[in-house]
């Protein structure tokens, strides 16, 4: 009943772009802290992004800063992460996770357990 949905993962070239959306049901995505995960062959799983609940305020780690954008539409119930530049670095099948804490989330944000995960999307980058 309660699930997170991602979408919109695929192949692009380098310097390409790609929107990834992250929708949930059977609980308001907006009173969760969103946070998106990655996790590459071979690697563990990395934090990539967030967005708080109720401030929005959001986070990036640093090797995606100016290129990737977290947003939030509430309407649909859905986060977004629009990446774009894409390196060859990137590809990882990417997740989206949600967090209820009420205070919600700080600097920390990546370090946290998450309540809810989704099945994850995978990104390629190849020319």
């Known amino acids: 009943q309660v699930q997170l949905v991602e979408s919109g993962g695929g192949l692009v070239q380098p310097g390409g772009s790609l929107r990834l959306s992250c929708a949930a049901s059977?609980?308001?995505?907006?009173?969760?802290?969103i946070g998106w995960f990655r996790q590459a062959p071979g690697k563990e799983r990395e934090g990539v992004s967030c967005?708080?609940?109720?401030?929005?305020?959001?986070y990036y780690r640093d090797s995606v800063k100016g290129r990737f954008t977290i947003s939030r539409d509430k309407a649909k119930n859905t986060v977004y992460l629009q990446m774009n530049s894409l390196k060859p670095e990137d590809p990882a099948v990417y997740y989206c996770a949600a967090d209820h804490r009420p205070a919600g989330l700080g600097a920390g944000w990546y370090k946290y357990e998450y309540d809810y995960w989704g099945q994850g999307t995978q990104v390629t980058v190849s020319s």
């Open positions: 967005i708080n609940n109720f401030d929005g305020t959001t």
């Open positions: 059977g609980f308001t995505l907006d009173y969760y802290a």
